[in-house]
């Protein structure tokens, strides 16, 4: 089992930065590959980055290249999602993702699942 729990969401200016924060707890950590997806109001939970369990492939929403950094630290069992340049549609609840496999581009082959942190970029 592993359990997530996601830090750093807030409201942001547009053209704002913000880094989210997901604290993962279980042995088996640092084999899973990783990713955030995030849910707007009304809206389907989506896809927006994953990467490796290695940390040395990433993979990225086409609207957030560019812009988003995700990144992992196994040392502190940590995944981050470092986010720039921020749009007011980037705002929804964001949420850490773990897969016992392969990274999960669908949010129903999702093994894992934080609780979320709320984003809001006003314009």
């Known amino acids: 089992q592993v359990q997530l729990v996601e830090s750093g969401g807030g409201l942001v200016q547009a053209g704002g930065s913000l880094r989210l924060s997901c604290a993962a707890s279980?042995?088996?950590?640092?084999?899973?590959?990783m990713g955030w997806f995030r849910q707007a109001p009304g809206k389907e939970r989506v896809f927006v980055a994953a990467?490796?369990?290695?940390?040395?492939?990433?993979y990225y929403e086409d609207s957030v290249k560019g812009r988003f950094t995700i990144s992992r630290d196994g040392a502190k069992n940590r995944v981050y999602l470092q986010m720039s340049s921020l749009k007011p549609g980037d705002t929804a609840v964001y949420y850490c993702a773990a897969d016992r496999n392969t990274v999960s581009y669908y949010a129903s082959d999702v093994d894992y699942w934080g609780q979320g942190t709320q984003v809001t970029v006003s314009s």
């Open positions: 279980g042995r088996i950590f640092r084999i899973y590959p």
């Open positions: 990467i490796s369990s290695s940390g040395d492939n990433t």
